[in-house]
């Protein structure tokens, strides 16, 4: 079984704090994802990579950053963290596969609240 | 671009009772589409997924979805709800183009009643 790992299930920061999340799969997969989720409008991309060291804004890129050191690790960085950065964060991962048709597979998710 | 619209944030079934998620997607391309579950206070998990063949796609937990070109679009359905499928649903859709990524639904409630 594919197994995405977020390392904080819940976290709190202040405004203007630098904050990481971070993800790491275990299945060799290529393709890593980071969403934000919000009540209402459903899961948005933040950023996507499909290769170490490389990466890909997604819808709502503005206020992140990521890193991509690792194949199995994808992180998220909070340059400077604001209010309206409160949300779920959600990381998936999935493989290269014939097309696009395979499935992505994600964490349990990061609540994070900035205070 | 293509976009995924789910009809009813909020659905409310009987124990037993049929269950029935719409959604409807637009994509300029043939598109591959999948239904996930997200139960309380964790990830989203795949119920099912369209790629080509067959158009009506038996998933997890007694689930189906078909999918239906002509009316765009690729409803959720199970015969009999159970307490346990009380859960948010979300549909999503990917081109065969060069991008990787999902666009999601924006979900829909599901509640199950005794």
């Known amino acids: 079984d594919v197994k995405v790992t977020q390392s904080s299930r819940y976290l709190v920061k202040r405004t203007g704090e630098k904050v990481f999340l971070e993800c790491v799969q275990d299945?060799?997969?290529?393709?890593m994802f980071w969403y934000r989720q919000d009540p209402g409008l459903g899961l948005r991309l933040i950023y996507f990579?499909?290769?170490?060291?490389?990466?890909e804004k997604g819808d709502i890129p503005e206020g992140y950053s990521v890193s991509r050191e690792k194949k199995e690790r994808f992180s998220l960085i909070l340059e400077s963290a604001s209010t309206n950065q409160t949300s779920m964060y959600l990381c998936?991962?999935?493989?290269?596969?014939?097309?696009?048709?395979?499935?992505?597979?994600f964490g349990d998710g990061t609540r994070l609240s900035i205070l | 671009a293509q976009s995924v619209t789910q009809l009813g944030s909020h659905v409310s079934v009987s124990e037993g009772a049929l269950v029935l998620l719409r959604c409807n997607y637009s994509s300029s391309v043939p598109p591959y589409l999948f239904w996930y579950v997200q139960y309380p206070n964790q990830g989203l998990q795949l119920l099912l997924k369209?790629?080509?063949?067959?158009?009506l796609v038996k998933g997890i937990n007694g689930f189906e979805a078909e999918f239906k070109k002509s009316e765009t679009s690729f409803h959720l359905t199970k015969p009999s709800a159970h307490m346990s499928d009380a859960a948010e649903y979300f549909c999503a859709v990917s081109d065969h183009g060069s991008a990787r990524q999902l666009t999601f639904g924006s979900g829909t409630q599901l509640t199950v009643l005794p």
């Open positions: 998936a991962s999935s493989p290269s596969g014939q097309g696009h048709n395979q499935p992505q597979h």
């Open positions: 990579s499909y290769d170490v060291k490389m990466k």
């Open positions: 369209y790629t080509t063949g067959a158009t």
């Open positions: 299945m060799d997969h290529e393709n």
